[in-house]
């Protein structure tokens, strides 16, 4: 049985998401804005497929897909490239590869005890996000 994420998670802790964000090339204006918001995470899982949709007051993103499927992903709203990507089990991690114009780019979600963990990766910066159940 693998891990299930599903849920409802606020963000409490946020490191180093300016340096991915710069990674990204996301403008000043839009990072300082960014850099205050507190997302949260609505994610349903079901046996290969997930929903993984993220809001805030600024911008929205939300995601579907299925276990090593790949698919077009667009990224709207956030830098709004757009990529190949696919997600992995890794043991009891999910393991995104986003295969487009910057390099090294993916994610990865775990959960530690009671918290949802995301490590946001592009080029050589990482950005570690840390949510509590809602
Ligand atoms: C999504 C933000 C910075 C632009 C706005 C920030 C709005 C709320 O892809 C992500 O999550 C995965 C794994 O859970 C599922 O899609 C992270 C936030 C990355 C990148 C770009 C700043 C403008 C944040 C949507």
Known sequence: MPVDFSGT????SNDNFEGYMVALGIDFATRKI???LKPQKVIKQDGDSFYIH???TFRDYSLQFKI???????????DNRKCKS???WENDKLVCVQTG??????WTHWLEGDDLHLELRCENQ?????????
């Open 9 to 12: 998670w606020n963000l409490i």
């Open 34 to 36: 960014a850099k205050m």
């Open 54 to 56: 993220t809001t805030s």
């Open 126 to 134: 990482v950005c570690k996000q840390v949510f509590k159940r809602a």
């Open 86 to 88: 696919v997600v992995t």
């Open 101 to 106: 114009e910057k390099k090294n780019r993916g």
């Open 68 to 78: 090593g499927e790949e698919f077009e992903e667009d990224n709207k709203g956030l």
